[in-house]
């Protein structure tokens, strides 16, 4: 992960095994796409894609 924070990826944690990273699209992801790849390979990765949205609150 201090990969990640040196790239300037924005991280989120979940408790001590769960991290969501937020690359941006105008940033170059290939010095950390070795890492997942790795966790994959291990089968000790899973994720999720997120499609980000402002929030809107529900109507009454």
């Given at each position: 992960?201090a990969?990640?924070?040196?790239?300037g990826f924005?991280?989120?944690?979940?408790?001590?095994r769960?991290?969501a990273?937020?690359?941006?699209?105008?940033?170059?992801?290939t010095?950390?796409?070795?890492?997942?790849?790795?966790?994959?390979e291990?089968?000790?990765?899973?994720?999720?894609w997120?499609?980000?949205?402002?929030?809107?609150?529900?109507?009454?």
């Amino acid at each position: 992960m201090a990969l990640a924070q040196e790239e300037g990826f924005v991280l989120e944690w979940s408790g001590d095994r769960h991290a969501a990273i937020n690359v941006p699209a105008d940033r170059d992801s290939t010095a950390f796409e070795g890492f997942p790849r790795e966790q994959r390979e291990a089968g000790t990765l899973f994720w999720e894609w997120s499609d980000a949205r402002p929030f809107e609150a529900p109507r009454q």
